[in-house]
């Protein structure tokens, strides 16, 4: 098991000292971070906690997932790497220089 973790269905008014003060009840917090929309700026409604070590992020999981934070349920797991976007060859875009209409 990992020592960082996934946390969703976050309120968008959360920032990353108040998931912080969230965590530390349960260990010692390494890092946390409300993923941000480089759009609008405005949160995703998830974000990442790093506990100090996989008893304090099992004893987080245990006690935070499905509880109610500023009225929302929380979603706490173990979080899974990210995956790899491309799609394979070239990016995910294609045949390489021949366009949409094929040859």
């Known amino acids: ?4 973790l996934y946390v969703g ?11 912080q ?14 993923i941000i929309d480089r759009a609008t700026g405005r949160s995703k409604g998830f974000g990442f906690v790093e506990m100090g070590s996989n008893e304090e ?7 935070l997932n499905g509880q109610d934070f500023n009225g929302r349920p929380l979603t706490v797991n173990v979080a899974r790497p990210k995956e ?14 021949y366009g949409r209409r094929g040859y």
Not at 1 to 4: I, V
Not at 84 to 97: A, E, K, M
């Open 9 to 19: 269905n976050l309120p968008f008014s959360v920032s990353d000292s108040e998931l």
């Open 57 to 63: 992020a099992q004893g987080a999981i245990d006690s």
């Open 84 to 97: 790899n976007r491309n799609g394979g060859f070239n990016g995910g875009r294609g045949r390489s220089g």
């Open 1 to 4: 098991m990992g020592n960082k």
């Open 21 to 34: 003060t969230l965590f530390e009840q349960h260990g010692s917090v390494q890092s946390a971070q409300v």
